[in-house]
T-cell receptor, first 111, second 114 residues
Framework: QKEVEQDPGPLSVPEGAIVSLNCTYSNSAFQYFMWYRQYSRKGPELLMY????GNKEDGRFTAQVDKSSKYISLFIRDSQPSDSATYLCALDSGSARQLTFGSGTQLTVLP | NAGVMQNPRHLVRRRGQEARLRCSPMKGHSHVYWYRQLPEEGLKFMVYLQKENIIDESGMPKERFSAEFPKEGPSILRIQQVVRGDSAAYFC????????????FGPGTRLLVL
């Protein structure tokens, strides 16, 4: 079993739709949760960083963490074609200093 | 550009040659991390370095791979006697502190082994 499971997609939605991206994890040592966006042939770009259960909002993006269920989500409101990318969840125990990544979900927002 | 810089962006090597990948962290950052992304897979941690020290190399293959971060100059990931399975994108990230600190990624080096 992988430490972090992420549906690879691909996920295709129309412009303006609400997008839900999810990861589950098995190791309760993970305490810090991140979402990165990666455009084709580019480096990952940090979108959201959270360390507690609950919601964190930043513009059109909302990160949700449920530590009891070991489940994290990223919601994108009013999705735009420029949101088309691969979204990676990344988890950190805080002591190992190595991020554990999901395999990424490929998102396409159609104009 | 104050971001993480990596060069070369693309590197082609024949089997048995050496590959050297360079990473300059963001200004003010003294912690460097290397990750590898194989086709259709997520990023996998390889090694974590501070200036002149390897802190965690638990993700590094035991043979042919080495990394350094000298007092002066960029961090270097070195792959000796490359094989086709080494073909991947190699990403460097940096942070200004070790614990609980955000890692910022460079654009990556895409290594192709013929």
């Amino acid at each position: 079993q992988k430490e972090v499971e992420q549906d690879p997609g691909p996920l295709s939605v129309p412009e303006g739709a609400i997008v839900s991206l999810n990861c589950t994890y098995s190791n309760s040592a993970f305490q810090y949760f991140m979402w990165y966006r990666q455009y084709s042939r580019k480096g990952p770009e940090l979108l959201m960083y959270t360390y507690s259960s609950g919601n964190k909002e930043d513009g059109r993006f909302t990160a949700q963490v449920d530590k009891s269920s070991k489940y994290i989500s990223l919601f994108i409101r009013d999705s735009q074609p420029s949101d088309s990318a691969t979204y990676l969840c990344a988890l950190d125990s805080g002591s190992a200093r190595q991020l554990t990544f999901g395999s990424g979900t490929q998102l396409t927002v159609l104009p | 550009n104050a971001g993480v810089m990596q060069n070369p962006r693309h590197l082609v090597r024949r089997r048995g040659q050496e590959a050297r990948l360079r990473c300059s962290p963001m200004k003010g950052h003294s912690h460097v991390y290397w990750y590898r992304q194989l086709p259709e897979e997520g990023l996998k941690f390889m090694v974590y370095l501070q200036k002149e020290n390897i802190i965690d190399e638990s993700g590094m293959p035991k043979e042919r791979f080495s990394a350094e971060f000298p007092k002066e100059g960029p961090s270097i990931l070195r792959i000796q006697q490359v094989v086709r399975g080494d073909s991947a994108a190699y990403f460097c990230a940096s942070s200004d502190r070790g614990i609980q600190e955000t890692q910022y990624f460079g654009p990556g080096t895409r290594l192709l082994v013929l």
